[in-house]
């Protein structure tokens, strides 16, 4: 009987040593709440569309409306086409844009514009032509941003010379005259990049309608007929993305506080403004969660009961 005891009272010491060296909650890889689709896109950080998930400055950016996801800021919204995150970019479309088989004319275009709170996030990246057409004689395009005349250029191969050839022109019946010169007679069509006027506004430009189209780089594209048409946006999280990176890597999932401000890092019932492993380290002691304490009872029992009914 000693020896069935002695047996008995090891096997309760290996098991409690094991049971002991679970690792804590916060230090399991916990999957991302925050990680969410809408009809084929995934959506991740630092984008979001549940409040409180992904970085503070994107948030109120995205919305889901059956299954189209749609990126709104002050000059409007547009229909995301595709969110690369290997390469930092959105893909946007607006129905009032032209291209080069339908002109809309009338103003009606968004456009392109960010307050201040959005601009130091998004940019349309540098391969990025914005087509402006019909612009009056008195626009801010041909008076110059001030004291010099906006230069109307290619932007990646991409530009207006070509962008007359393309079937829409003849059918809305525009000319081409002035196409290359300012004076009395402006061009019908400018083609400039958005770091040349930092908005795309119909309305302050006096322009009748805009097109946006990107270079495909490194694939040749031959004509305005093959352009890839919308607005390509490159996204940035400013400073250091090195909070969220930590976070990640300790299991945890990157969000924000309810002051839409501070960062914070969730792991699992946990919230914090460091990482999981800390998270874990500063909690009292070895907090162990409801069911491994019950599971220790029980074995504690077990091995109890049969120590001294043996």
Partial sequence: MAAVNFITTITFIIFSALLINIP??????????????????????PFALQDGCGHPGYRDLLFCV?????????????????????????????????????????GQGNGFALDDRRSPYFNPTSDNVFLLIGCSATSPLFQGFPGKHLPCRNVSGMGCEEYYGCPAWSLVGRKRAGSTVYGSSPPECCAVGFESIKEINLTKLDCEGYSSAYSLAPLRISGPGEWAYGIRV??????????CRACEATGGTCGYGSDGVRQLCMCGTTNTTSNCDSASKSSSGRSWPPAKSWTGFVLFMSMWMTINHG
């Fill in 66 to 106: 059956n299954d189209v996801l749609m990126f709104h800021i002050s000059s409007g919204s547009y229909r995301v086409l595709e969110i690369d995150y290997a390469y930092n970019s959105l893909t946007l479309h607006e129905p009032h844009m032209s291209n080069c088989d339908t002109m809309v004319l009338g």
């Fill in 24 to 45: 804590p909650t916060s230090s399991i890889i916990l999957p991302n709440k925050c990680r969410s689709y809408c009809g084929n896109i995934t959506i991740d950080y």
């Fill in 234 to 243: 490159k996204y940035s999280v400013q400073g250091s993305d090195d909070f």
